[in-house]
Nanobody, 121 residues
Framework: QQQLVESGGGSVQPGGSLRLSCAAS????????IRWFRQAPGQAREAISC???????YYADSVKGRFTISRDNIKNTVSLQMNSLRPEDPAVYYC???????????????WGQGTQVTVSS
């Protein structure tokens, strides 16, 4: 069974950092495009970053320069390093995978539990 499990969320002060992890089972992340999404209360779910199977990375303008996506083929995980967190970053963060180089969209596949990120002074 293919599954992705998010972890690493927590509460930080503005300007702080968190590292989220998306752990895969049932498939290898190096053959999949993995995308991070987030959803704040009352807001639509949005795509924020993706790493394709061939290693290309993509970022939404809202996180570019602050967030970094990376892949660990040995641990079979994809991480999202989040620096300089802002008051507008709190949300539940989710990851989703799609085989190949095309990043998964909002509408296909299933969602995991996500991991909560809170930014508060």
């Amino acid at each position: 069974q293919q599954q992705l499990v998010e972890s690493g969320g927590g509460s930080v002060q503005p300007g702080g950092s968190l590292r989220l992890s998306c752990a895969a089972s049932g498939f290898t992340v190096d053959s999949y495009a993995i995308r991070w999404f987030r959803q704040a209360p009352g807001q639509a779910r949005e795509a924020i970053s993706c790493i394709s199977a061939d290693g290309n990375t993509y970022y939404a303008d809202s996180v570019k320069g602050r967030f970094t996506i990376s892949r660990d083929n040995i641990k079979n995980t994809v991480s999202l390093q989040m620096n300089s967190l802002r008051p507008e970053d709190p949300a539940v963060y989710y990851c989703k995978g799609r085989k190949g180089n095309y990043c998964p969209d909002l509408y296909s596949g299933s969602w995991g539990q996500g991991t909560q990120v809170t930014v508060s002074s």
